[in-house]
C-alpha cells in the first residue's frame, strides 16, 4: 500500500454497519478522481464486532485496502474558534492531514476550529458544519470535504446548502457540527471569533 491511504471512517454499532450507502458513494467517487475503474465492496468486506460502538477505519489507496476497528469514544465539542486559511485544500479524505493539523493547533482554549476559506465557511478539522438560522439548517455549499452525514442530511430535506461567510454566525441561532460517528450535534457554547 501507498503511503498516502485514502480512508473511510465508519459507524459500527452492535455488528450493523451505519449508512454503507454513503461510503461506499464517497469512496467510488474518490477512486475515479484517481483514475480508477475498480472498487472495493463494502458490505463485502467489513464485519464488525457484534456488541459495542466501533470507528471503523477502511484505508485505502487504487490496488489496495487495510481495516481497522477501534472501540469508539466521542470527543466533546462545545466551541470553535473561527480561523482564516485561504490554501487549505482537502477534496479528498487522506490520511495525510498535516494542513488540517496546523489548523487545529490555532484552536486555543476552544475543541476545534471553523476554517474559513476565501470569505466562506467550510468546517471543522473532523466535521462538516451546520447554522440554524431563521429556522433553518444551512450547511456550506462547498465544504472542504463532501461528507457522508452531511450527504445524507441533505438527502432527507433536513439541511439546505448555501454560501455562508461569517457574518452570518451573529444571527444563528444554532451551530452544529456533523460526521459518520457523532451524527449531528449542536456545539453548545458555538463559535469563538
Known sequence: MKADLLFETIRCEDGIIQHLPYHQKRLDS??????CENT???????????????????????????????????????????????TIHYPLKY???????QLFERKEQCDDVLIVKDGLIKETTIANIALLVDDQWLTPQTPLLYG????????????????LSPNIIDKAQ??????AMVGFVEVENGIIT
Open 30 to 35: 474518490s477512486l475515479r478522481c484517481l483514475g
Open 40 to 86: 472495493f465492496h463494502l458490505k463485502d468486506l467489513i464485519t464488525p464486532p457484534s456488541k459495542g460502538v466501533y470507528r471503523c477505519r477502511f484505508l485505502y489507496d487504487t490496488t489496495d485496502y487495510r481495516i481497522e476497528f477501534h472501540p469508539y469514544t466521542p470527543r466533546p465539542i462545545s466551541s470553535l474558534r473561527l480561523v482564516f486559511d485561504d
Open 95 to 101: 490520511t495525510h492531514r498535516d494542513h488540517l493539523n
Open 148 to 163: 457522508t452525514t452531511r450527504a445524507r442530511l441533505l438527502d432527507e430535506g433536513f439541511l439546505l446548502p448555501a454560501l
Open 174 to 179: 444554532k451551530v452544529a457540527i456533523m460526521n
